[in-house]
């Protein structure tokens, strides 16, 4: 329990509630394929609730980093389908960070404009070696 002032500023004891918020997810995540985003940003915590919940997450096998204003982070936590995503900005201070329940992260998922405009450009790309081929 929190003795002082600067103790309860860094311990509110959100972890733990957030631990079952995610697990709730999880079953939702199976269930129905709901995915479920939490703001940790948007969230009354101090440093230790966030350092606890991050050491009772635990880290996984994946490991990705996206470069689009500013670099972005998606780690896959010790349980499968649950992801830390950090996004920084240029110089590499915390600008959000997420809890993110899913198969796949929002953030790793190609949209779908650019997947037309992929396979318009390689498209291109096989006629014109088509042709330089004849």
């Known amino acids: 329990m929190p003795s ?3 103790d309860d500023e860094a311990w509110r004891g959100n972890a733990l509630p957030l631990l079952n918020e995610i697990r709730h997810a ?3 995540l ?20 966030e350092a ?3 050491a009772a997450l635990g880290t996984g096998e994946v490991d990705a ?3 689009a204003g500013g670099p972005s982070s998606v780690r896959e936590t010790a349980f499968h389908g649950v992801w830390l995503v950090t996004h ?3 110089t590499g201070e915390t600008q959000a960070r997420f809890i993110e329940v899913a198969f796949v992260p929002e ?5 779908r404009e650019d997947v037309a405009d992929s396979a318009k450009a390689l498209s291109e790309q096989l006629r014109e070696e088509q ?3 004849k």
């Open 4 to 6: 002082t002032p600067a």
């Open 26 to 28: 999880l079953d939702r």
């Open 30 to 49: 199976l269930a129905s394929g709901e995915t479920t985003v939490i703001d940790l940003g948007a969230l009354p915590m101090g440093p230790q609730d």
């Open 52 to 54: 606890e919940l991050l």
């Open 65 to 67: 980093t996206i470069n």
């Open 88 to 90: 920084r900005n240029e």
């Open 107 to 111: 953030l790793l998922m190609s949209q």
């Open 131 to 133: 042709n330089i081929r």
